[in-house]
């Protein structure tokens, strides 16, 4: 999470466009961090482009339409975004929602990042900031009905976890900024204030997110495919507080590291979600928090 999207609005108007970090806007929390300053891996000729089509930009964070590799383009899409980033505000640890009734409304932009349509929400589907930062709404539209009218097609979950090294894209819908870097490692537990992540992405230094970044898909540059959602970043270097995560190894070391940024990993999410982009919390391979 991150400072308020007025103090991060400030900071960019004095210091003029460049990194950004993660955050919420205007009613609570924050973001993280993320610029530009790609790998030298970043140049290898595998690599794809990745634009922000299929990005959304919400009230207060940043977003994407995303898909799992058995769903179908006749299933209602979904939007992945951080469970900070909810207009009810942060949830408290140990606490999910799921199968709520939403109408919240997402910008969805084309691949130079103009705003092409106005998606809806019927619900949201799971939220919660317990051991990751996610949320997940179902839409009033479905895959084939949003390609067909906009020629924009969901951006695909990775269903195995992230590598280390990986060339990355942060893709922000809420800034229309893509901010390059790579996967530098992960962290065993990474704990801000009172909420506390599993096995979180790091990422190298030049990803400096902003606030109104939470919530943007990481995407893997080789594949194209979502592997990861941004969520914070330490600003200030102080220790496990708010909007200045601390990395707790397995032994329970405390590792402090200013101006570095983070994210969730997403694998998991598809085992838990069945037919028709359906959430089911009790299938045998689903390890999401539950209620």
């Not at 609005?9 to 205007?26: D, E, K, N």
């Amino acid at each position: 999470m991150r400072k308020p999207l007025v103090a991060a609005l400030t900071a960019l108007a004095i210091a003029g466009i460049g990194a950004a970090p993660a955050v919420a806007a205007p009613a609570a929390k924050a973001d993280t961090k993320a610029d530009s300053k790609a790998d030298t891996r970043a140049a290898a000729p595998t690599l794809q482009a990745v634009t922000l089509a299929g990005t959304v930009a919400l009230s207060n964070c940043s977003g994407s339409v995303i898909r799992f590799p058995n769903s179908l383009d006749t299933d209602p899409a979904l939007v992945l975004s951080n469970g900070h980033c909810l207009t009810s505000g942060f949830l408290d640890p140990g606490e999910v929602l799921t199968n709520q009734t939403s109408t919240r409304t997402f910008g969805l932009l084309n691949s130079s990042g103009t705003r092409v349509a106005t998606l809806r929400a019927s619900k949201l589907a799971y939220a919660t900031m317990t051991d990751t930062d996610v949320s997940i709404y179902q839409l009033t539209s479905t895959y084939a009905t949003i390609k067909s009218a906009y020629g924009i097609s969901a951006l695909t979950v990775q269903d195995t976890h992230p590598t280390a090294g990986t060339a990355i894209t942060v893709a922000s819908g809420y800034w229309k900024t893509l901010y390059n870097c790579n996967i530098d490692g992960f962290a065993y537990r990474l704990k801000e204030g009172d909420w506390t992540w599993k096995d979180s992405v790091r990422y190298t230094s030049a990803c400096q997110t902003i606030g109104g970044t939470s919530g943007s898909p990481v995407i893997d540059q080789s594949t194209g495919k979502v592997v990861a959602v941004n969520n914070t970043g330490n600003e200030d270097g102080a220790t496990c507080t708010e909007n200045n995560p601390c990395e707790v190894s397995e032994s329970g070391t405390v590792t402090v590291r200013k101006g570095i940024n983070y994210a969730q990993e997403i694998y998991q999410i598809p085992a838990c979600f069945t037919t028709g982009n359906q959430l089911n919390l009790s299938a045998s391979a689903c390890v999401l928090p539950k209620p």
